[in-house]
């Protein structure tokens, strides 16, 4: 009946159905939510779009990713650059000469430059092997201490120092007046929501919603020649060697009738250990919006267990050890294509998932 069956209805799934249907092939996305779009779903609340699973900012270097996005969605010009609020002092991000500046008084680069170096000398860092040792040696420890530490210890739960290195260079160091949070070429938001780009990535593609995987697997399969799976890899094999760790999240809604501007950006991160989440997001921001009211969201992190939604795959050591024997599998399987954040357990942006994407439906049909 069906060519692929294609778990998820995030941007993997859409991308690789989209793609195969411009094939000529017949595709069924499900999806155990009541909407397309994965994490990246925006609904609109009284005018505003809201992101519905955290602040979603499309960036990229890539030309033809961001042309292929282009042709669903028109973006805006919209640049992040969120706040820190450290114990009620602002500091602005990514970590650049504003930052320096407001801790250090510092004016130039070089006297800026100086001070990191100091501070990584007296800390006695040298070849960083963990997050905190990469962020010390990159910026210093009054960054670290002020708007590093307490922000990814909530984040992940986990000591700083059983962080991989990578997580912390996602973050550019930069020695301008310059707050872009991205150093990518491209950069905005979906005029009129996200959910948009999926919507028409779908458009006469068979969809159906609230449909769980595992509940009805053999069923499912046997709709289809293939299946392309984009939710957990270790739930698609029972868990059988073990639990893969994921960060989940709590979004705390609000609509402020009476404030037409809560925050004054769209992204404050509280980077003190005390504050339970870890920022505010106000989401007219993200669209220059001009609405009465506005949508404010606060994102407290949590550790995932089972029935939670896996946000962020945790690439430590051990999870990355355990992720390679189920990847083995995966390698072997010749009906099932695992894509996406959760299948390849990678803590991927949009565009990369995007060209992953692109290249598995490469692979796929050989061209
Ligand atoms: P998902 O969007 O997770 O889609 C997978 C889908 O599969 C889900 O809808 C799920 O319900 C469904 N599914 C899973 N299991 C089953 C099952 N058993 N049966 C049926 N359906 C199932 N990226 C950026 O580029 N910029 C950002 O600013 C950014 N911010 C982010 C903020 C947060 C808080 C998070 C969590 C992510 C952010 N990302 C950002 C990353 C972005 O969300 C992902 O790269 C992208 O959405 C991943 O798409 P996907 O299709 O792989 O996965
Ligand atoms: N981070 C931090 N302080 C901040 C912002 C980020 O320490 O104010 C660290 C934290 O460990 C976080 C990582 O940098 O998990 C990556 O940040 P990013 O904004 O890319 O996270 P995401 O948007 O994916 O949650």
Redesign the pocket.
């Known amino acids: 009946m069906y060519d692929y069956l294609i778990?998820?209805?995030?941007?993997?799934?859409?991308v690789f159905a989209y793609e195969a249907k411009q094939r000529g092939k017949k595709c069924l996305v499900?999806?155990?939510?009541d909407h397309?779009?994965?994490?990246?779903?925006t609904e609109e609340m009284d005018g505003i779009n809201v992101?519905k699973?955290?602040?979603?900012?499309?960036?990229?270097n890539n030309k033809e990713i961001w042309d292929y996005v282009n042709r669903f969605v028109e973006f805006n010009r919209y640049t992040?650059s969120p706040v820190a609020n450290f114990n009620g002092e602002l500091y602005n991000l990514p970590f650049n000469m504003n930052t320096f500046n407001r801790l250090w008084g510092v004016i130039t680069p070089e006297q800026a430059k100086a001070e990191i170096e100091k501070q990584k000398q007296e800390a006695g860092v040298s070849q960083p092997t963990n997050l905190e040792e990469q962020a010390i040696s990159l910026v210093g420890t009054d960054i670290y201490e002020k708007l590093i530490k307490g922000y990814t210890e909530k984040q992940w739960g986990r000591p700083a120092t059983e962080l991989p290195e990578f997580i912390i260079k996602r973050l550019p160091v930069r020695f301008t007046y310059d707050n872009n949070y991205f150093n990518d070429k491209y950069q905005g938001i979906p005029i009129g929501g996200y959910t948009k780009i999926v919507e028409k990535m779908l458009e006469g593609i068979d969809v159906k919603l609230g449909?769980?995987?595992?509940?009805e697997k053999e069923k499912l399969d046997s709709l289809a020649e293939k299946t392309v799976?984009?939710?957990?890899i270790d739930?698609f094999y029972n868990y059988k060697y073990g639990v893969l760790e994921y960060r989940s999240?709590e979004f705390e809604t609000e609509f402020k009738e009476d404030q037409d501007n809560y925050q004054g950006n769209a992204v404050v991160n509280y980077t003190d250990r005390a504050t339970p989440y870890t920022r505010i997001i106000e989401h007219k921001h993200f669209e220059f919006g001009t609405q009465e009211g506005t949508v404010i969201t606060k994102?407290y992190p949590s550790e995932w267990k089972e029935n939670d939604?896996?946000?962020?795959p945790i690439n430590n050591s051990k999870n990355t050890e355990l992720y390679r024997k189920y990847k083995n599998l995966a390698d072997q399987e010749t009906k099932v294509i695992f894509?996406?954040?959760?299948?390849?357990y990678k803590y991927?942006?949009?565009?990369?998932?995007i060209g992953s994407?692109l290249k598995t439906v490469e692979k796929e049909f050989n061209v």
Not at 211 to 215: K, N, P
Not at 309 to 312: A, G, I, Q
């Open positions: 778990v998820g209805a995030g941007l993997f799934g859409a499900i999806d155990k939510r397309i779009g994965g994490n990246i779903y992101h699973y955290g602040a979603h900012i499309f960036h990229t992040n449909v769980d995987y595992f509940i799976f984009t939710g957990m739930q999240l994102e939604e896996p946000y962020y894509g996406g954040r959760l299948a390849t991927y942006d949009m565009h990369q998932v994407a």
